[in-house]
């Protein structure tokens, strides 16, 4: 016969009410003792003492693989880049629709130029580099009236802003603007108009 555990009574009583003393089951004591032995491989890597790099190496290093694959987020486009982005005709047929909806009523449809300068000829106000350009539509220039269309648009739309006002240059507008700014590129045989 095996030998059944006494039950033992604990001397103290509750508003009259004793309770055993018994001890916790087994199966419990190793789910306890378990989970002591795996809290130090959850504290591991919080605490930056894991094997691997720590949160701010992999954050850095992600957001170096990021700005490589991003370069507007990072600043680092380059002329060739932005000039890159007229000879994309998607990037160019989704640049109109976001011309003519948001840059249009300044430079008309045509950027002929309105209240805003003429697009199509060889004079820029604020620098005709590609770069240029793209850093005018992202900043604006608010003592000109231009708002910073970054705020307001995506990344790809304003690349697809730029890229069709590249496209612009050159065409012959119904009715142009005069010629304001720089000509660019500098030309020492014609003068340039003076900004207004």
């Known amino acids: 016969m095996a030998d059944k555990q006494q039950d033992h009574l604990l001397e103290h009583s509750y508003d009259g009410i004793q309770e055993f003393d018994n001890p916790l089951p087994t199966w419990w004591k190793w789910i306890f003792y378990a989970t002591m032995l795996v809290v130090p491989i959850y504290l591991w890597d919080p605490l930056g003492i894991g094997v691997g790099p720590g949160k701010e190496k992999a954050y850095e290093q992600a957001m170096a693989e990021f700005n490589a694959a991003h370069p507007k987020s990072a600043g680092t486009y380059t002329d060739d880049q932005v ?3 007229a000879k994309d005709p998607a990037k160019v047929e989704a640049g109109k629709v976001v011309f003519a909806s948001y840059c ?7 950027g002929g130029g309105l209240i805003g300068p ?10 005709g580099k590609p770069t240029e350009i793209l850093k005018t539509v992202n900043e604006g220039v608010l003592a000109k009236g231009m708002p910073n ?3 307001v648009l995506k990344p790809e739309q304003v690349e697809g802003a730029v890229a069709y006002v590249q496209t612009l240059h ?9 010629p304001e700014g720089a000509k660019f590129p500098a030309d ?9």
């Open 170 to 178: 050159g065409t012959n507008p119904a009715n142009p603007k005069a």
């Open 83 to 85: 000039a890159a982005f």
């Open 188 to 196: 020492s045989a014609a003068p340039a108009p003076a900004a207004k």
């Open 104 to 110: 249009a009523a300044c430079h008309r449809a045509d």
């Open 149 to 151: 269309w970054g705020k």
């Open 118 to 127: 003429n697009l199509t000829d060889d004079f820029w106000i604020h620098g």
